[in-house]
């Protein structure tokens, strides 16, 4: 301590004071150098793997280096490009280096030039098959049986039906249906006789796939794909596939000579016009469609302003006025209970609407004594020696007046007749004065008479048959009134051995074929049915008969090809 001089107060020392180490006891705790040195350890290794993380999230970042470019050699320099006008390019943002290379084409991403398809790959290259492929693919329907009826062959039969309309396949949609035949009849148990085949005609699955088969037949693949474009415009088809009736409607008519596209042409047009009673009217419309396949003129065209002055039938028009009249009951002989074997000689009629009109006002005959009209046409001597021309008009009124000959009187007795529904025909043959004509007409649904307006001496004559142009005998009509011919049971029949021998035939079935054949012919009552069936008419037309020539000039002959008989006809 020192004292302060002014103050005279001590004050404390400001020299150290050495410390002694005994008196002072201040706690040391010792720390181990290993332990120091692995902290500083764990340290740096955490401050490493951060460092090492952030510099590969870095480089992840980064966009893609751009290739190398090569270096051009003489060897690989490309040959220089012919001199193009320089385009100087719009100003645009720099684009990144990433972004310039992208836009530069690498080999690598050209494509690939497949090989060509020549013979000897072509199966290798994949192609779609056809709905006719698939359908040949198919395996048989299911034709026999009762589990044929049930609905899941009903189901498959739909199916491909609409397959084959969609897929314009109706040549393999047949074959099908021939396949499925061939395998269904080898399991049905024969009979004996003529009942050999009364099992297939029993099975209605199997009978309608051989009515389907045949039918189809009459048609080219051609016909029904130019008119059957949809499910819309298949439903005619669909409908008729499907009718059992009409079917055999139309086989029993159709004649080889028969132009089938424009018979299909006439049904696509009815079917729209008058759908809901066509199956009524199905039979006229097959008459119509035979008889107007070719072109009919009208020799004799007058008519109302009502009509019109018509120089040709109306196909359309006759079918739709025939059912109009049908309807409303103005016919002597209805339509609707008439096959289309009768009705080719109802709508044939050579004559304008007017007159088939005048017909229903005018005369009033019963059926059956409808060749009364013929008398009721005096004779014209004048006409038949001297040629004379009488009418003002070539007219049903006009010859009820005025009179004429024979030819005259046929015209008007048969075409009256045609008009009120009822089968008519004009017969023409020779006499010992020179060429005459008469009528013939069916003057109930199972008699046909060629007596109307014959005389004593006149020869068989003959009739032009409206659906094939071709002659008909007197004879012939005449057997069409025996009761075997007359029967519809025998007829379809016959013709249904016939369109089974058909099939026989399109399978190389020789034996079964010509036994078919047999069978058809013994079931008609004697061999003249080989040569008189009303549906297959032989024999050429006679010239010089003069009711031939007055209906040639209505009915052009154009189609002239010999019938087969019975015994050696295959439908088509």
């Known amino acids: ?24 006891h201040d706690p040391v705790v010792p720390v181990p150098p290993d332990k120091d040195q692995a902290t500083l350890r764990w340290a740096l290794w955490i401050g490493g793997c951060a460092v090492f993380a952030v510099v590969v999230g870095l480089e992840m970042l980064k966009p893609p280096a751009p290739a190398p470019l090569a270096v051009e050699t003489p060897q690989n320099r490309p040959a220089a490009p012919p001199p193009v006008t320089p385009v100087i390019p719009l100003p645009a943002q720099p684009a990144s280096l990433a972004e310039k290379t992208q836009s530069v084409p690498r080999p690598e991403d050209a494509p690939i030039p497949l090989p060509p398809v020549t013979p000897g790959n072509r199966e290798t290259v994949a192609e779609k098959p056809t709905e006719a492929e698939r359908l040949a693919a198919e395996s048989v329907m299911l034709l026999a049986g009762p589990d044929a009826q049930r609905d899941a062959a009903i189901s498959r039969d739909q199916d491909l039906l609409k397959r084959a309309i969609q897929g314009k396949a109706w040549n393999a949609y047949r074959g099908l249906l021939g396949k499925s035949l061939k395998a269904s009849l080898a399991k049905l148990a024969p009979g004996q006789g003529v009942n050999r085949f009364d099992a297939l005609w029993q099975e209605p699955v199997l009978y309608q796939a051989l009515l389907r088969w045949r039918t189809l037949g009459c048609f080219s693949e ?10 819309y415009t298949g439903t005619f088809i669909k409908w008729l596939l499907h009718n059992n ?17 424009k018979m299909l042409k006439f049904f696509m047009d009815t079917w729209p016009v008058n759908e809901d009673k066509y199956a009524k009217y199905f039979a006229l419309a097959v008459a119509c469609a035979v008889v107007f396949d070719e072109p009919m003129g009208i020799p004799h065209p007058i008519g109302k302003a009502k009509y019109g002055e018509e120089s040709s039938v109306n196909p359309l028009q006759r079918y739709l006025w025939y059912v109009k009249k049908n309807e409303k009951g103005k016919l002597a002989a ?26 229903l006002d005018k005369m009033q005959l019963r059926r059956k004594n409808w060749g009364h009209a013929y008398g009721m046409v005096k004779y014209l001597m004048e006409r038949a020696v001297n040629g004379l021309n009488p009418y003002k008009e070539y007219s049903f009124a006009e010859i009820l007046k005025e009179g004429g000959v ?53 020869a068989k004559g003959q009739a032009a048959n409206p659906q094939t142009r071709d002659a008909i005998s007197e004879q012939e009509i005449q057997l069409w009134n025996d009761r075997y011919h007359q029967s519809p049971v ?83």
């Open 334 to 359: 209805p339509v609707h209970h008439q096959s289309a074997r009768d009705l080719i000689w109802v709508v044939c009629a050579p004559v304008s609407t007017s007159e088939l009109e005048w017909s």
């Open 406 to 458: 024979c030819a005259d009187q046929s015209y008007f007795c048969v075409n009256t007749a045609r008009a009120q529904g009822i089968p008519a025909m004009t017969i023409g043959g020779e006499t010992n004065s020179g060429g005459h004509a008469w009528a013939g007409i069916k003057i109930d649904s199972n008699e046909w008479t060629t007596g109307v307006g014959r005389i004593a001496g006149a």
């Open 490 to 572: 025998v007829t379809l029949s016959v013709w249904r051995h016939l369109w089974l021998a058909d099939f026989f035939a399109a399978t190389d079935n020789v034996t079964d074929n010509a036994a078919t054949i047999h069978l058809a012919n013994n079931i008609g009552p004697t061999p003249k049915l080989n040569i008189s069936f009303p549906m297959v008419p032989r024999g050429m037309p006679n010239a010089r008969s003069c009711a031939n020539a007055a209906e040639s000039n209505a009915i052009p002959a154009n189609k002239r090809i010999s019938s087969p008989t019975l015994s050696s006809a295959k439908p088509r």
């Open 222 to 231: 051609a016909d029904i794909t130019s008119l059957v474009t949809d499910e």
């Open 245 to 261: 009736k009409a079917m055999e409607e139309l086989l029993l008519t159709i004649h080889p000579k028969d132009n089938s596209a």
């Open 1 to 24: 301590m020192k004292r302060d001089l002014k103050s005279g107060v001590r004050q404390p020392s400001t020299r150290p004071v050495p410390v002694i180490a005994e008196r002072i």
